[in-house]
């Protein structure tokens, strides 16, 4: 199963310019070879995007995409993650989800398809990715 990030999801729905041509790739190879999904997390990302969680799903509808809980187990992982990163001196402009996002993909063995991959290769390196580059 791949877990899509917001950001791709958002390329393909916003008409990216520079970006759409790559996410809807992947994500279509995706889909092909396997089961797309997106989490709680990845879901309100969306909702920024949209005045409603109803306008959202009709954006969505007809795409083959589950929708998974978020695990307890990759609540540690996701915290070691974000405290390390700020040890490291790392912004607040990361925040907390980003890294409950790679610790879900990373705990429950799925692929994470983002655009946004050097914090995850840094923080999750056995992690499955699909990125550009």
């Given at each position: 199963?791949?877990?899509?990030?917001?950001?791709?999801?958002?390329?393909?729905?916003?008409?990216?310019?520079?970006?759409?041509?790559w996410s809807e790739e992947?994500?279509?190879?995706?889909?092909?070879?396997?089961?797309?999904?997106?989490?709680?997390?990845?879901?309100?990302?969306?909702?920024?995007?949209?005045?409603?969680?109803?306008?959202?799903?009709?954006?969505?509808?007809?795409?083959?995409?589950?929708?998974?809980?978020?695990?307890?187990?990759?609540?540690?992982?996701?915290?070691?993650?974000?405290?390390?990163?700020?040890?490291?001196?790392?912004?607040?402009?990361?925040?907390?989800?980003?890294?409950?996002?790679?610790?879900?993909?990373?705990?429950?063995?799925?692929?994470?398809?983002?655009?946004d991959a050097a914090r995850?290769?840094?923080?999750?390196?056995?992690?499955?990715l699909i990125a550009p580059?």
């Amino acid at each position: 199963m791949v877990l899509v990030d917001a950001n791709v999801i958002l390329d393909i729905l916003t008409n990216d310019p520079n970006w759409r041509p790559w996410s809807e790739e992947r994500f279509l190879e995706s889909i092909e070879t396997d089961q797309a999904a997106v989490n709680p997390i990845i879901y309100s990302e969306l909702c920024a995007a949209y005045r409603s969680a109803t306008e959202l799903d009709r954006a969505l509808a007809g795409w083959p995409v589950q929708r998974l809980t978020l695990p307890y187990d990759a609540a540690i992982p996701a915290s070691q993650a974000f405290v390390r990163y700020r040890k490291e001196g790392g912004q607040r402009r990361s925040p907390l989800p980003d890294f409950y996002i790679g610790a879900h993909a990373q705990t429950a063995g799925l692929t994470l398809l983002t655009r946004d991959a050097a914090r995850y290769r840094t923080y999750f390196p056995k992690l499955r990715l699909i990125a550009p580059g």
